[in-house]
Structures are given as structure tokens and as C-alpha cells.
């Protein structure tokens, strides 16, 4: 597990370099190719942040699509922060109506790929909602200019490493996820057919393509399981 070591003098020097500003957070540009994640104020244990840190470099390994923290930041010897990989070139998933229609479908489901491994490793992150800018925070899902997917902020009080599959987590990733993913599609549809001006809703275009009522409700409910919103994906991401 890689551990940097600054003190708060070489941290204010990097001030320049900052790429996000949260509430919890604030992610610096470092060498490398690397970021580092330094949390401000005491949002949750330093036990627990430090264990979410050394399961992801313990189950990266078995994690294909997403990248996991690399390591600790320390601070005058104290715990800090985290250490990522750079994502150089991507953009903000709420960003996806730029990509041509294809590309938007293949996007859409590499998210609910990339959740089910997560899944299946017994990591759950449990801050998918999309709230484009909600307190000028970042959705924590990126993609490339290519269409390549990267969910971030896989640590702290985002993320939960379980020992086991946990049931309870299992589904409110997936209620989450219900909710992203009919968001992300009315966003595209929104953008594609000029629905404002057109005076059709979301609902009556998901029905054109064979949506019913109920499974549109469904999304809404987090009532649809991965396979299930794949469908929809497959079925309301084509040409009409």
C-alpha cells in the first residue's frame, strides 16, 4: 500500500493545484499521475477510513473496471487523506448528452457493470444519487472523452467495505442506482428530443418504446433489478 508523507507546509504549497472543493474534502493534483484526497474536519473515524483504504488495496486485484484507492496521505504524521490515480480527460457523468446516442447507451451500461463487480467484491458505494450541482459537488461518476465510465470516491463515508455480502447494502445501492439511472436516461432524452418544447414527458416516451407505465413507476420506486434496468437501457437508448 503506497503512504505519502507531507507536512502542512508542502500541503499549502499544492493550494494551485486543487481540482475539487467539497464539504468532507479536497482533492489536490499530485506527482505521479496521482491525486490526493485530504478530508477536512472529522467526518468520520480515522479506524475506519484507514481500514476502507487497506481492504481496497487488498481487493483491487478482483476489481477490473473501477480504480480503488492506492494508499494513505499523512499530515505532519497524522492520517490524512487518500491517494487515487489521476483521471485525466474526464468529465462529470452529468455531461453524458454530449456523447452520440450509442455511446450514451454504452455508458449507461457500464455503470451497471461496473456496480455489480463492486457488488460482487463486497464493496458498496452508497453515494450514487445524482445531484448535479447540489453544493457545487461533483457527481461521483466520471467518463472519458472515449465513453470509458470511472465511479470515484470509492472511500471514507462513501463507501462501505463489508466482510461479507450484506444484504441491506445490496439494496440500497441498488434503490440508488434505479434512481441514477432513469436520471441519466431523462437527462439524454430531454437534450435528444427537445422534450420542453415538444410538451412531451419522459414517461411518454419511455411508453413509445415499449416502457409500461409500471416499470416506468418502477425506476422511480427502485423496484427493477441490474438485469431489468439493462433491458430498459437496451430498449429506450435506440434511434425512434
Not at 166 to 185: A, C, G, H, P
Request: proline fraction near 4%.
Amino acid at each position: 500500500m503506497l503512504k505519502v508523507y507531507l507536512t502542512n507546509n508542502q500541503l499549502a504549497e499544492m493550494k494551485s493545484t486543487i481540482l475539487v472543493r467539497t464539504n468532507e474534502s479536497e482533492i489536490y493534483r499530485a506527482p505521479n499521475n496521482q491525486v490526493y484526497k485530504i478530508y477536512r474536519g472529522e467526518v468520520f473515524s480515522v479506524d475506519d477510513a484507514l481500514y476502507s483504504i487497506e481492504e481496497a488495496v487488498k481487493r483491487q486485484p478482483n476489481v477490473c473496471w473501477t480504480k480503488l484507492p492506492l494508499g494513505s496521505v499523512y499530515i505532519d504524521g497524522e492520517f490524512s487523506g487518500c491517494i487515487y490515480p489521476f483521471h485525466k480527460h474526464h468529465f462529470d457523468i452529468q455531461n453524458i448528452s454530449m456523447f452520440p446516442l450509442s455511446i450514451q447507451k454504452d455508458i449507461l451500461k457500464q455503470i451497471l457493470r461496473n456496480i455489480q463487480e463492486l457488488n460482487r467484491n463486497d464493496i458498496y458505494h452508497v453515494d450514487l444519487s445524482f445531484y448535479p450541482g447540489y453544493n457545487q459537488t461533483k457527481p461521483n461518476i466520471l467518463v472519458s472523452a472515449i465513453g470509458k465510465v470511472e465511479i470515484i470516491d470509492i472511500d471514507g463515508s462513501s463507501a462501505i467495505y463489508a466482510p461479507r455480502p450484506i444484504r441491506s447494502y445490496e439494496q440500497l445501492v441498488l434503490n440508488q442506482t434505479n434512481n441514477l439511472i432513469k436520471d441519466l436516461m431523462k437527462k439524454a432524452l430531454l437534450k435528444r428530443y427537445s422534450v420542453n418544447a415538444s410538451g412531451q414527458n419522459i414517461d411518454e416516451i419511455l411508453a413509445e418504446r415499449g416502457i409500461s407505465p409500471e416499470q416506468s413507476a418502477s425506476l422511480n420506486y427502485a423496484g427493477l433489478s441490474y438485469g431489468e434496468l439493462d433491458e430498459i437501457v437496451d430498449r429506450v437508448m435506440v434511434k425512434k
